[in-house]
């Protein structure tokens, strides 16, 4: 399959370590008499292992992206990739970043307010082909890719709000946009816990939403509310 430089450099460092099914075959072969227990020793050492180098190469894999970017990309090669298709933000004044249980209420209540002036995003393919079909503005993308953003025209750009249920993923994509020259629009994202918070504000994340600070209050004052 013929895929970016970006996508294959992910892919190889997810792929980094050994597989646990590695113990379970040994010690399926240690049973069945095929090797000793030292062998299996050392096969759950090296699995170990390996996991201690795979970890902070994981947790890092954007940062290293960026940093050897240029020599990566030259190993693209010139013709249509199938996870190269560029996003078109033209006159999206909000773009909401992840449409799971808490992405899509945002821009549901967004497209009502202000129509076809929001965009969503999401890396589901099959989620955004559902919402193209029901005829929203939804285009698939991957809100860490930096790429995405290089090419991204935000002349009209107001918000940019950062949804997405894994916070590694939030925040590698604010580090994506903190990259950007002369950026103009603001960013929302949505956290779970309150160190979450303060390490997006201490980034310039213009609004922070602490959703399980709000969820208990919420929750009462809907009560009262009926």
Not at 115 to 126: M, Q
Request: charged share 25%; aromatic share 12%; proline share 2%.
């Amino acid at each position: 399959m013929n895929i970016r430089a970006r996508t294959a450099f992910l892919t190889a460092l997810s792929m980094s370590n050994y597989s646990e099914f590695g113990l379970i075959v040994g010690v399926v072969a240690m049973k069945s008499g095929l090797i000793s227990s030292e062998w299996l020793v050392a096969i759950a050492l090296m699995m170990s292992g390996s996991f201690l180098l795979s970890a902070p190469l994981n947790r890092n894999a954007h940062k290293i992206f960026n940093r050897f970017k240029t020599t990566l990309l030259r190993l693209n090669r010139e013709e249509l990739v199938v996870d190269a298709k560029l996003v078109d933000f033209s006159d999206a004044r909000f773009v909401v970043i992840g449409l799971g249980s808490l992405g899509l209420p945002a821009f549901q209540f967004l497209r009502y307010t202000y129509g076809n002036s929001v965009l969503g995003l999401d890396f589901n393919a099959d989620r955004v082909k559902t919402m193209s079909e029901a005829g929203e503005r939804v285009q698939p993308a991957d809100a860490t890719d930096p790429l995405l953003w290089d090419n991204a025209s935000t002349d009209k750009l107001e918000v940019v709000f950062l949804a997405m249920s894994d916070y590694e993923a939030n925040l590698n994509a604010i580090r994506e946009i903190m990259r950007l020259p002369h950026r103009k629009f603001k960013i929302g994202a949505v956290v779970h816990y309150d160190d979450q918070r303060m390490e997006l504000e201490k980034m310039g994340v213009e609004y922070v939403y602490c959703y399980k600070d709000r969820l208990g209050k919420e929750f009462a004052q809907s009560y009262f509310e009926k």
